[in-house]
């Protein structure tokens, strides 16, 4: 990477505490609707059959796409393949489709987000902050909040970092020689 004459590479590894419990639902849902920009939607499914220790297991597969977009199952199949690999698998187009306007889409979305019941022993909360943990969209929902938090307000932390005497000798040296290409 360095020795091609690219800027030096830095990342942050965090772990943000109770960040599904803290999520506020009204920021969730307007990511959604920016998100969502076509009047119309494709739900398509396909399965995908494998063997697994010995044992053959279905994994069913969902995709919603724009409603102008309709995939012809093999040369899906095959970018699906070349994105995600899949191997020792049989897949198989179920041949369910289902069309679905945006307004109902979110409608759907907001009643997942907002109308969310817990059970605590043997009472019932609605719960009015964050998102259910149980849910198959929640690390979605989670990373969509989250990138657009990044998107938006971090854009301001500027791209070169200014150099310090407490960097070591060689890692200033070579970013002063990157920053100078």
Same mark, same amino acid.
């Given at each position: 990477?360095? !020795? ?10 965090? $772990?943000?505490?109770?960040?599904? $419990? ?8 307007? *990511? ?8 119309? &939607? ?17 994994? &069913? ?21 070349? *994105?995600?690999?899949? @191997?020792?698998?049989?897949?198989? $187009?179920?041949?369910?489709? @289902?069309?679905? $306007?945006? *307004? ?15 059970? !605590?022993? @043997? ?8 998102? *259910? ?21 971090? &854009? !301001? ?25």
């Amino acid at each position: 990477w360095r !020795q091609s004459g690219r800027p030096p590479l830095y990342w942050v590894s965090a $772990d943000v505490r109770a960040a599904f $419990d803290t999520l506020n639902q009204g920021h969730v849902y307007q *990511a959604l609707s920016t998100l969502l920009t076509e009047p119309q &939607y494709l739900l398509c499914r396909h399965t995908e059959v494998a063997t697994k220790q010995s044992r053959v297991r279905p994994r &069913y597969r969902r995709e919603a796409l724009p409603a102008t977009v309709y995939p012809h199952f093999l040369s899906h199949s095959e970018e699906r393949v070349v *994105a995600m690999p899949v @191997r020792h698998a049989v897949l198989v $187009d179920n041949v369910t489709v @289902r069309y679905m $306007d945006r *307004a109902q889409l979110l409608s759907l979305l907001s009643s997942h987000l907002f109308c969310n019941i817990v059970r !605590q022993g @043997r009472q019932y909360f609605h719960q009015q902050t964050g998102i *259910a943990q149980g849910s198959a969209l929640s690390s979605l929902l989670c990373s969509l909040v989250y990138g657009q938090l990044e998107q938006n307000c971090l &854009y !301001q932390i500027p791209t070169r970092l200014p150099s310090s005497s407490s960097w070591s000798s060689s890692s200033s040296s070579s970013s002063s020689s990157a920053s100078s290409s």
